[in-house]
């Protein structure tokens, strides 16, 4: 249909074979990641990797068929068998690749079709790119933009997890019955009414399995050369067949000024179950490097801290803080009491793309990041550190 509705113009079409080869585009991202995990209480994590992606994209057909590739790989530097579980490598430390995208869409005008292995950028539904290699479906999606927004519709049937060689049902993976295998239905909405003022909401559904409703909305309260004040709402709400309902409330306030943003967060999870992320990863408020704060009945406080020093004379730092607690977590079938848990997150990032720097350095970021976990129950403190530095280098051809 798609095809039928495009108006063909041969005096700018681009040809099968022009598309194929000198419209396209190649686009390289190397990772080098190393995690350690080290628990008072438990057995240490720790492993080393190097590799990424090499995707290829075509140009438009006609203005209206393009084609796209990408492969992924997680290669083993350091993974000593009795250390495994930090997911930058596939179950007992071992090595993957994996094609991760392979897809077909077709454009008109503003709104694109996609169908096959491709990434998804919604808001329950992503891509959770903080190991090695992101999560990709299969399946296939329509999109496009509104007057005032956009929308996004799909169906997927597989999914391939972060650390992961291979695609399985989506059922599956989300601890569906065996046997039990409904598609997973997506629909998103974004709307922007004012320059300072957004809405969105999505709905997913895997049949019986599992269903989700998110609503968010967020302003600015203030707004000028100086400094803005904004507040970020968020409401989520979770059915499953084989757990009570349960639903996530969120605020933020954030206040930036100069380089500096500090926002203060509070949340509140249903007491019926833990609120369940099988699609990638947590999009509230309190999603940390290790925990998410959203165990049935927790409360939790939080906060942030960025600083980007580019107006302090070292353009390219930029500096990520965070404190966050908890209480009142429980089991949701015994209703007993959970441990209060506390995290501490440090994160610093320096992009080389700088004048200061070569060209050949630009497209280099270096990230650190430290997390200290605490969780307290009543007989016993278990102490959580989390150590990770990411080298990531990305470059496209055309």
């Known amino acids: 249909m798609l095809l039928l509705m495009t108006p063909f113009n041969p005096a700018t079409a681009v040809s099968l074979g022009e598309a194929l080869t000198q419209e396209a585009e190649l686009a390289l991202h190397l990772r080098s990641f190393h995690l350690q995990r080290e628990r008072s209480l438990g057995p240490e994590n720790l492993a080393w990797t190097a590799g990424g992606e090499l995707g290829y994209r075509s140009g438009w057909v006609g203005d209206t068929l393009r084609i796209g590739l990408t492969g992924y790989t997680s290669q083993k530097i350091l993974g000593p068998a009795d250390k ?15 094609l991760g995208e392979s897809y077909l869409k077709l454009r008109h005008d503003t709104h694109e ?13 992503n891509p959770q790119d903080t190991r090695m290699t992101p999560r990709s479906y299969e399946g296939i999606a329509l999109s496009g933009t509104l007057s005032k927004g956009s929308y996004f519709l799909g169906r997927f049937d597989r999914m391939k997890p972060r650390n992961a060689d291979r695609f399985e049902s ?28 957004q809405f969105g909401l999505s709905h997913y559904r895997l ?13 600015a309260l203030i707004h000028n050369e100086k400094q803005r004040l904004e507040l970020h709402a968020q409401h ?16 933020k306030l954030a206040w930036q000024t100069g380089p500096l943003t500090l926002a203060g967060i509070v949340t509140q999870t249903g007491r019926g179950a833990a ?22 009945g927790e409360q939790a406080l939080a906060i942030d801290t960025r600083v980007d020093f580019a107006s302090l004379g070292l353009p390219g730092l930029t500096l990520l803080a965070s404190a966050t607690t908890s209480r009142h977590a429980l089991a949701p079938a015994t209703q007993t009491a959970l441990s209060r848990d506390r995290e501490y997150d440090l994160t610093l990032d320096y992009r080389f793309n700088t004048a200061a720097w070569p060209r050949a350095l630009h497209p280099l970021q270096l990230r ?25 280098y990305c470059v496209e051809i055309k």
């Open 236 to 251: 989520f709400r979770q059915h499953s067949d084989a757990a009570s309902p349960t639903w996530n409330s969120g605020l």
């Open 170 to 197: 989506v059922a599956r993976l989300a601890g569906a019955p065996e046997g039990v295998e409904p598609p997973l239905w997506q629909l998103s909405v974004r709307l922007q009414p004012g320059a300072h003022l």
């Open 275 to 296: 609120y369940r992320t099988p699609f990638g990863s947590w999009i509230g408020h309190t999603s940390r490097i290790f925990n998410n704060f959203n165990r049935a």
């Open 207 to 219: 049949g019986a399995v599992l269903s989700s409703d998110y609503l968010e909305a967020r302003g």
């Open 84 to 98: 495994d579980g930090t997911a930058l490598l596939l179950p007992g430390q071992r090595a993957y690749s994996v």
């Open 368 to 392: 650190g990041r430290f997390a200290r976990i605490e969780q307290r129950e009543e007989t016993q403190k278990n102490v959580i550190g989390e150590y990770q530095l990411i080298l990531n």
């Open 113 to 125: 079709l996609t169908a096959g292995r491709f990434l998804v950028r919604q808001f329950e539904i």
